[in-house]
């Protein structure tokens, strides 16, 4: 496939009734999400030029069509990818929804890639992880059992295993005194009584600093 800069391609100006939309469009497009496009193309206009097959199926914009629908308009930009195959245009129709979309209407988006598949399109140029196309693509008697988890009881252990050193790694990292005190600032006259003390409790416990204090406090059963 020829790149095609489409910033160079002509636009015509259709009616809006001319276009049409995909019987295949995998995206979904609530009321809502219309209602703000609406809104954002009154203000701002149609930002990324609605792009047609030769027939006016919609391959990229069928959100902004309904919405310029909504809006009243009676004609609207359009670019005509007529360099493109059928095949070529269901794969840039899924593109552009896997670029801006997380909301698809499962099943179609299925059986488009599944058309794609026997088509022999390259389905690694869609946007899709490889399990992903592979969950999307596989009937279910072809699936890889290995990009699911086997044994949940595994999975539990691993996360537990995970969870405890991700918590000793947290343990270790450097934290304020006050965080740990409950309190900031001291007097001067207390800062003097804080180091006495710790003076004291360093020479009893033979450490330094934090460990003393921690390992004098844990001498003392405030710990247990």
């Known amino acids: ?34 209602e703000k496009l609406s809104r954002s193309i009154a203000t701002h206009g149609i930002a990324n030029t609605i792009q047609v097959e030769a027939d006016g199926t919609i391959i990229a914009g ?7 629908k909504h809006l009243v308009w009676t ?14 245009a269901m794969a840039l129709r ?6 801006v979309s997380l909301d698809y209407d499962t099943e179609l988006l299925k059986a488009e890639l599944m058309l794609l598949k026997e088509a ?3 389905l690694t140029s869609l946007g ?45 990292t450097a934290a304020p005194v006050g965080d740990a ?9 207390q800062s003097r009584s804080v180091r006495t003390f710790m003076t004291a409790i360093e020479a009893e416990t033979g450490l330094k600093g934090a460990d003393a204090f921690i390992k004098f406090i844990g001498d003392s059963g405030y710990l247990s």
């Open 120 to 122: 022999d399109y390259d």
């Open 1 to 34: 496939m020829t790149t095609i800069d489409v910033t160079k391609l002509p636009t015509e100006r259709w009616e809006i009734d001319q276009l049409k939309a995909s019987p295949t469009n995998s995206k979904k497009h609530p009321p809502e999400h219309i």
């Open 75 to 88: 004609h609207v930009a359009v670019i005509v990818r007529r360099d493109l195959t059928p095949e070529q």
């Open 62 to 68: 069928h959100g902004r069509w309904l919405a310029a």
């Open 128 to 172: 899709f992880g490889d399990e992903e196309l592979i969950k999307l693509t596989a009937d279910f008697g072809e699936i890889d059992d290995g990009i699911f988890v086997e044994d949940i009881g595994d999975a539990v252990e691993t996360q537990k295993a995970e969870n405890v050193e991700k918590e000793k790694q947290i343990d270790l």
């Open 181 to 189: 005190l409950g309190f900031k600032r001291v007097t001067v006259a």
């Open 94 to 99: 899924i593109a552009d929804n896997q670029t």
